[in-house]
T-cell receptor, first 114, second 112 residues
Framework: KAGVTQTPRYLIKTRGQQVTLSCSPISGHRSVSWYQQTPGQGLQFLFEYFSETQRNKGNFPGRFSGRQFSNSRSEMNVSTLELGDSALYLC?????????????FGEGSRLTVL | SQQGEEDPQALSIQEGENATMNCSYKTSINNLQWYRQNSGRGLVHLILIRSNEREKHSGRLRVTLDTSKKSSSLLITASRAADTASYFCATEFSGGYQKVTFGIGTKLQVIP
């Protein structure tokens, strides 16, 4: 079974630009969660999608948005990039249901904002 | 914050020794999980312990959960250099559809 795939793996943007990151979950998984990881802050929860609906949202500004498609693939978008948005963005999938349970992570998309 | 907090933040031990990491959290949980991350890569799930369980084993890993103290510990026995990684506890809080939140992690270095 293929794992969680995130693209692109690395990208460099400048302040003010926007970026879209993609995540393909494990086949059959219906829940996709996104996390931002920065040194010293650990993993900060961004949002979770289940069956194309945002089920949970973290404390991030509206510049951070996401969506999920009918095939469970998910994208997240960050608009008007700031230097502080430089981070490793991790996507995780799980089968879904009322309990999230074990998360299966992708390798992440490392974003550098100059 | 709903995040779990790991302690210590960094740990350095000799190969063959045991490593113990602790996690504390603040509200009622459905389950608590431990993950491992190598050098900024994706996280790998190690073990999940439910709120009604007190101890769980998986190979060289032993996890305990004390819901009265809102704390958990991860013990890695007979550590190996390959265990060098960051370890995170993650909590899924009870009530409704709950997100899984992570602590800052413990950076473990096992010296050969």
């Amino acid at each position: 079974k293929a794992g969680v795939t995130q693209t692109p793996r690395y990208l460099i943007k400048t302040r003010g630009q926007q970026v879209t990151l993609s995540c393909s979950p494990i086949s059959g998984h219906r829940s996709v969660s996104w996390y931002q990881q920065t040194p010293g802050q650990g993993l900060q929860f961004l949002f979770e999608y289940f069956s194309e609906t945002q089920r949970n949202k973290g404390n991030f500004p509206g510049r951070f948005s996401g969506r999920q498609f009918s095939n469970s693939r998910s994208e997240m978008n960050v608009s008007t990039l700031e230097l502080g948005d430089s981070a490793l963005y991790l996507c995780a999938s799980s089968p879904g249901g009322p309990r999230t349970g074990e998360l299966f992570f992708g390798e992440g998309s490392r974003l550098t904002v100059l | 914050s709903q995040q779990g907090e790991e302690d210590p933040q960094a740990l350095s031990i000799q190969e063959g020794e045991n490593a113990t990491m602790n996690c504390s959290y603040k509200t009622s949980i459905n389950n608590l999980q431990w993950y491992r991350q190598n050098s900024g890569r994706g996280l790998v799930h190690l073990i999940l312990i439910r709120s009604n369980e007190r101890e769980k084993h998986s190979g060289r890993l032993r996890v305990t959960l004390d819901t009265s103290k809102k704390s958990s510990s991860l013990l890695i026995t007979a550590s190996r250099a390959a265990d060098t990684a960051s370890y995170f506890c993650a909590t899924e809080f009870s009530g409704g559809y709950q997100k899984v939140t992570f602590g800052i992690g413990t950076k473990l270095q096992v010296i050969p």
